[in-house]
């Protein structure tokens, strides 16, 4: 049935519509800035959702920024000021009056505070907690107590808890008396009498069950409790892998703390998506709102060290001066084999870049997925072997150059192929993030074995 | 405060750990499927969560997953199979017993049905969709008449609504009278008397309001509407960037047809990202499950892509074997020509795919971007002009060399930074995937221009 039904791909139409009518709103925006016109400016915003207008004051210029924030002075709240990116929001929190800070922070759950709080510094972060009410701001810095990117610091302290052996009836009584709910809540958590949770039910079932049913009888089988000092990382992976919607948090005595519901989840998980797709692409921690300078700075390291082991490359070749100036058509090849041993290996190791981060690839099967790039690489290279000895003896005129790059096509992609896997893996069981350190590793292996192999070759049946 | 406290990077021996258990059950499983035990098979499964049941049978081999399938039998139920990797799930419905396989697809939801029955060939489709009741069936062929990857496929059919003139009591009293109530929802959705959504309320919300509250008056600021027809990956994209947990779904006359929830959105998510990663490292669709001769076919048209690039990027160095005749060193320093401009262009790149797929890089900030990388290629341009100059001076002692490599620095760092970003935006114009195809372009742009402009100064200074 795949091919018999019709597949959307992207709706072009109405993405261009959507840019259109982003792209206007933007420069409305800027617009009245410009003028001086606060009315035009709100009305811009008003019907915007607070990541919409996060997204526009990420979009515009520092100068234009400035104007805007300036103009809509009160109108900037928490949820716009929790929506911004972390790169610019030093900046933006500079450029609001204290006062409007104060009341923006005051507006917001502990658990975006926090995250606002630990990316700003600390001259800002003292200027905050004192805008706060004493039980916000003690809530606050217990979270800040806990490791960055851990539990702690991205679960919500409100939590609606039953005792276990409580009923159904008993439960919605409870809910149904209590005056401050937390805002946004789905489970209800069973506790122990020592406060230790150990199941709990969702509000739905809840609702279609029976007063006296017991709530042990209803829990739900996808129950996990992770530990508030645990990586949001490992988090997020098990709220997609076991379909969890919310988790409790407990401490190093096993009490409930907290619990993380599946929108934060997912904002990890497309924050560590972002980090690795960087990281792959040699570019660190950047985003579109950087300065010029900023992106500069960031990314002259990598390229820095990729000059390193470009020279590298170059000294292998330098070994063989002799038949390169014997025979120049090795010069003109070798982007070839350089391009083919690189391109051959980014692809195996961003099969396993990726897996290792999904966790498919595992001391299990790690043996087999090596044979398999291994043979993968092998095939490839014959192939590639073949229609480049051809090449080479079209254009060259020379049998034996197409013989020399048919080899060192074979020997560069099965290295390729396994240098793609066993780097990643290795930089893996050292503690290294495969995605940071991979590609420098791995083409710097497909360079200079294929250049070696390439040339002394050459140097043997050609000289 | 960001360099007082602790941060946790990966925390090594717990996922030491991880890896050492998961290890241990795949090696038993294997062994039970060898010695046909199944007592110790099911044994190794029951404390499993059917995803890692599923991860299991995608990390072992072939061989292996048939054995361990057939001792299985009935223990394979529905949960199993809609986690498994639809690279592997035709091979393991196929080993599966029809009637363990209509067993399993009874005990499932729809929308978990319509996600295996899309991936599998026309005679399995038909086999399964026979072992559904009627009512199934009806459910599931008309999730199947939506497009793929729309919002009509990820939507559960079920859903919880309330006329818009209720209050809370009356939608407390109605749910606590219906007896199939969806085993998962989280919102109450308001519809008008022609069954179009126009608002909802969460559980909790309704939970802690008083009974003669008119829903009308609790409803949520969040809600978002989706056409049946709307394409996953933007629903995905909405569900992260608005915050929400619950979405209905609307057909073309705007009536209520179903909601999509966050844990599906999350899903969707991954699976874009995966694709994304996957994309941008010449790798199509393709998984550790697949064999050694699917993933050479799979890798060889995007190879063979390369190779066309690479031998234009050669046809320019032969335009200048005399100058390479002449002066060996420019064979030499070469790759560092191409290794710089490629390196720096797919830094530029990444950002801009990634920003382009976050809807962060549009038509308001297009030119401004593209400003940026220029001035940033530039600058870094120069800076590694300097300390290549120097190199090629100290190395081959010619400053004619060090000023030819210099030079031609700067221009393969500008021109890198400016196909980095123009390029995907390009291809994001004429509506093709920017992960997809920016990597060969943009090299390609940075080696023939490399490649030109060294030589060609060269051939004009050193000839």
């Given at each position: 049935m795949n091919d018999q039904t019709e597949t959307i791909e992207q709706p072009e139409d109405e993405t261009e519509d959507d840019y259109a009518l982003r792209n206007r709103v933007v420069a409305a925006a800027i617009q009245a800035a410009n003028d001086g016109d606060r009315a035009l400016l709100l009305e811009v915003f008003e019907p915007l959702h607070p990541a919409d207008i996060a997204d526009l004051l990420e979009q515009v210029n520092v100068q234009e920024r400035t104007k805007i924030l300036q103009l809509a002075g009160d109108y900037i709240d928490g949820e716009i000021l929790s929506e911004i990116?972390?790169?610019?929001r030093n900046e933006v929190i500079e450029t609001l009056e204290p006062s409007v800070l104060a009341e923006a922070m005051r507006t917001l759950e502990s658990d975006d505070v926090v995250d606002i709080l630990e990316d700003l510094q600390d001259v800002q972060q003292e200027a905050v907690l004192e805008a706060l009410d004493v039980v916000d701001r003690i809530a606050v810095e217990q979270a800040l107590a806990?490791?960055?990117?851990?539990a702690g610091r991205l679960m919500q302290r409100e939590v609606v808890i039953a005792p276990e052996h409580w009923t159904v009836g008993d439960a919605i009584d409870h809910m149904r008396a209590?005056?401050?709910?937390?805002?946004?809540?789905y489970h209800v958590v069973l506790v122990d009498?020592?406060?230790?949770?150990?199941a709990y039910v969702t509000l739905g079932r809840l609702m279609s069950s029976?007063?006296?049913?017991?709530?042990q009888s209803i829990t739900e089988d996808s129950f996990r409790v992770f530990d508030a000092v645990e990586y949001e990382g490992d988090i997020a992976y098990a709220f997609n892998q076991y379909h969890l919607i919310t988790a409790p948090v407990i401490d190093e005595n096993g009490r409930l703390v907290g619990v993380i519901t599946i929108d934060d989840a997912m904002a990890v998980l497309d924050e560590e998506h972002e980090e690795d797709v960087l990281r792959l692409g040699?570019?660190?921690?950047?985003?579109?709102?950087?300065?010029t300078l900023e992106i500069v700075k960031r990314r002259f390291p990598w390229l820095g060290v990729n000059l390193a082991t470009a020279i590298l490359a170059s000294i292998v070749i330098s070994l063989f001066e002799d038949v390169l100036q014997a025979v120049v058509a090795l010069a003109v090849l070798m982007p070839i084999v350089a391009s083919m041993g690189g391109n051959a290996g980014t692809q195996s190791m961003t099969v396993a870049v990726r897996a290792l981060a999904t966790r498919d690839l595992t001391g299990s099967n790690a043996f087999r997925v090596v044979r398999r790039e291994a043979v993968a690489g092998l095939l490839n290279g014959v192939i590639f072997a073949v229609v480049m000895g051809i090449v080479g003896v079209i254009w060259f005129g020379s049998p034996m150059i197409g013989f020399v790059i048919a080899v060192a096509m074979i020997v560069n992609l099965l290295v390729a192929g396994l240098s793609g896997v066993l780097v990643p893996l290795a930089l893996d069981k050292v503690g290294i993030d495969p995605a940071l350190a991979s590609g420098t590793f791995v083409t710097t292996v497909t360079d200079v074995v294929g250049f070696f192999a390439f040339l002394g070759l050459a140097s043997v049946v050609l000289l």
């Open positions: 990116d972390e790169d610019i806990y490791p960055e990117f851990s209590q005056s401050d709910l937390p805002e946004q809540f009498p020592r406060h230790r949770p150990t029976r007063r006296e049913m017991p709530l040699g570019v660190g921690d950047e985003s579109l709102s950087n300065s």
